[in-house]
């Protein structure tokens, strides 16, 4: 991969490389896009949704359980 570096001038020019942006010419033609990197230090861990004893009571459950195989296959019928 080619790196180039992003001096003040360039960096201001692409607005701080904040938010996405798209690169394109002087035709109108998108050369490309880009995203910039998430910063995860803003985010919060995930929390599970349910209660560690929920969790274990659907474990222990008797419930008929499908494989990701068994539920394509009842998808594809319908």
């Known amino acids: 991969m080619t790196r180039v570096l992003v001096d003040e001038t360039l960096r ?38 349910i209660s560690k004893e929920e969790w274990q009571r659907r474990k222990q459950a008797n419930e008929k359980r499908y494989t990701t195989a068994e539920v394509l296959a009842y998808l594809e019928k319908l």
């Open 12 to 49: 201001s020019l692409l607005h701080n490389l904040s938010q996405p942006l798209e690169l394109y010419d002087e035709s109108g033609r998108v050369l490309g896009r880009f995203f910039p990197t998430a910063d995860l230090s803003q985010y919060e861990p995930l929390e599970p949704q």
